[in-house]
Structure formats: structure tokens, C-alpha cells
């Protein structure tokens, strides 16, 4: 699920830094609702931080009677090398039915398409055909009710897709690590490396190997045979290959 790292002010006052070292230490994001606070933001920020400033807002036409658009301020902060260091853009947001949404535009192009404030999802990662299967809605230039409850239910039905999909991978990925560390209890070996995102079993000179990325595991199985001691002429037999079955011919 997401996490709201984000908090929005229709003002600035000194405690915006505290507003955002109150939230965690990870990247976390101040939405100002005004453009017109930037040397208030900047000044604040001036006082203690680095800062580069940068732009990705537009320029919308809002015929709507039930969104709302922002010309607003977006401050992201970080840690680097122990450093708080921070970015502030313009930017663009639109509030419909109580949701909020930024739109996004490549340089210089006069649409938006929108997506979920504060909406972390690795949508690329773990769907990354799902705008092939499913189309995103028009880009916007001028604001209507239709335009933007067409956004709205599409990056909705989106958001549920994936987090039934992350679900059911993140179960699949539980049963099956529950089911190694069961084998490696009844068949333990000093060799078995049993991990969260990889790792391997060895019985038998036999290894099953495997590796886990984005809600999908990937795995292996190979001989895992390193000669005898001391060395044997003639290993490549059919006798060889019989204790190997039966477990008799260990490394």
C-alpha cells in the first residue's frame, strides 16, 4: 500500500521545516497551494538547506465545476551524505472529489495527463503493459468534469489492479520461502544460504537455486559436482552416475 510522505499547506510559516522532518527521513514532499509563497518558501529553506530550483507546472484551462487547480510549490527533501538537501519545482494540481492529482507534461507541450498525489506504486515495474492493455485517458489542455472523472477512474481502477497484483505475488513469494526454510529443516546443510531475495539448497550434489525481484521468482536447478578426494580416474560412469541417485557420492 502507499504511504502518504507528503503533507499539503495553503501557507508558509517557519514550521514548514519541522512539518517535514516530522515525517520520515526518507523523501518526503510539502505541497504549498500558492505559487506566489516562493520567496517565502525559498527564504525559509535558505536559512539552513541547499536548494536548486527547477519548473514542470502548466499552464490549464479549468471549465469545470467541481475540480479545482493550484499553482503550487513542491518542496522534496532529502538525505545525502547526511545532508538535508532539497528541490523545489512548480507545479500543477488539480483537487477533484476531494482527491488531489499533479499533472505531468513533457517540456513544453501544452497537455497534462495526471496521476495520484503522493502515489509511490512501482507501476512500471510490476505492470509495465498495463497502459498497452489499458489505455490512460485523452491528455488534458482545458479542465472539464468528464475529462478529469475519466483520470480519476482510471488511475483508481489502476491503483486496485495493482495492489491485488502485489497481494498475490507477496502471498506466492511467503508460501514458497516457507516451503525452503522447510526443506533446509529436514535437509540441513552448511551450504544452504536461505535469503529473502535469493538463495540456494544443496543435497545430493544437486543445487536448486533462486532469486526473487519484484513479486517474481526465478529458478534453477544443476548439478553441483566438484570431483572426488582424492581424485578418481574414469568419474563419468554409470556407476558414478548411480551413487549420485542414491546420495552415496558427496563432494
Known sequence: MTTKNYVIVDSVTDDIVE????????IVEVHVLNEELLPDVLRILNDNRNHWMSERDIELKNKSVFATVFKAINVQVYKQDGINVNNVFKETLVKF???FYAARTMFREKTALF???GDNREYHMRMPNYRIKCP???????????K???????????????????NGQN??????LERVRK???????????IGEDCGYLYLNNLEFSYSILNGYIDQRIKIRFQGYYP?????????????????KCQR
Not at 502471498?171 to 514458497?176: G, N, P, R, S, T
Request: proline share 3%; glycine share 4%.
Open 19 to 26: 512539518k517535514i522532518d516530522a515525517i520520515d527521513k526518507k
Open 97 to 99: 472529489n476531494g482527491e
Open 115 to 117: 496521476c495520484i498525489l
Open 136 to 146: 490512460a485517458p485523452q491528455k488534458v489542455g482545458a479542465i472539464t468534469d468528464k
Open 148 to 166: 478529469m472523472k475519466a483520470w480519476a477512474d482510471w488511475l483508481e481502477t489502476r491503483k486496485n489492479n495493482y495492489d491485488e497484483l502485489v
Open 171 to 176: 502471498l506466492k513469494v511467503a508460501k514458497f
Open 183 to 193: 526443506f533446509d529443516s529436514i535437509h540441513h546443510s552448511k551450504d544452504n544460504r
Open 231 to 247: 581424485p578418481r580416474e574414469n568419474v563419468d560412469t554409470l556407476d558414478m552416475f548411480t551413487e549420485m541417485t542414491e546420495g
